[in-house]
């Protein structure tokens, strides 16, 4: 199996680093592939060039096997609609099961993505909750969609909802950026490397 995890990782912390590593093991993928956005649609453009954001995944994962980077939405440009993503590694993989890794906060708006309902053409949604969190799903394609099962997830290609608890770690990339723009010390929130680069070319 093969997972994604797409983000805007402007810039890429350890809470994204952390969780991908556990939904990793909780499925023993293959692969994870983190893709960093282009132009996310849902929100406002990233404060830093992709190519930037690139390198500091690149950075982070320097040495990790089996945590990846795809820069098909970079590459593609224009607005990063997941589901174009999905359908273009789609025709890659086969027919071997996809799993698409979400946030909770991501889930919460997932009905408000372009063609949303496409992405279980092409892939398994696994939403990513903190331990604990009891799940509410109220559109009616999304609970005819829900299993509990790893197992089903395996046997198809695409086509279900799963919850995953994942060590949630309080880090996002906003809270990051402005302990940065104050002058304050981001230590231990991401990677020292990727920090480095940030202090490099004074980002933020
Ligand atoms: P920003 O603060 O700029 O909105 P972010 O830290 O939320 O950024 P994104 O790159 O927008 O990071 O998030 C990409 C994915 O990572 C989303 O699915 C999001 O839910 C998930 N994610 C972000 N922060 C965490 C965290 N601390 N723990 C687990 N998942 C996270």
């Known amino acids: 199996m093969i997972g994604i ?3 805007t990782f402007d810039p890429v912390h350890f809470g994204h680093l952390r969780t991908a590593l556990e939904v990793k093991e909780a499925f023993a993928l293959d692969e994870i592939r983190l893709i960093p956005c282009f132009i996310p649609p849902h929100r406002d453009s990233p404060s830093v060039p992709a190519s930037m954001r690139l390198r500091m ?5 320097e040495g990790r096997v089996g945590m990846t980077i795809d820069t098909r939405e970079m590459d593609r440009g224009g607005p990063s609609y997941m589901v174009e993503t999905l359908a273009s590694l789609r025709v890659e993989i086969g ?8 946030g909770a906060d991501a889930f919460a708006g997932l009905t408000t993505w372009y063609q949303w309902q496409r992405l279980f053409e092409f892939a398994h949604v696994v939403v ?4 604990g969190f009891n799940e509410q799903v109220v559109d009616g394609f999304l609970t005819s969609r829900l299993t509990e099962s790893r197992q089903v997830l395996k046997e198809h290609s695409a086509g279900y909802l799963f919850f ?3 060590t949630r ?4 990339a906003t809270a990051i950026r402005q302990i940065i723009a104050k002058h304050r ?4 929130l991401l990677p020292e490397s990727v920090i480095q680069y940030i202090r490099q ?4």
């Open 5 to 7: 995890y797409g983000g």
């Open 57 to 61: 995944l690149e950075l982070a994962l």
């Open 95 to 102: 027919d071997r099961p996809l799993l698409l890794f979400i």
């Open 128 to 131: 990513m909750t903190r331990p």
């Open 164 to 166: 995953q608890s994942v």
């Open 169 to 172: 770690l309080e880090i996002s």
């Open 185 to 188: 010390d981001p230590g231990f």
């Open 201 to 204: 070319h004074k980002l933020y």
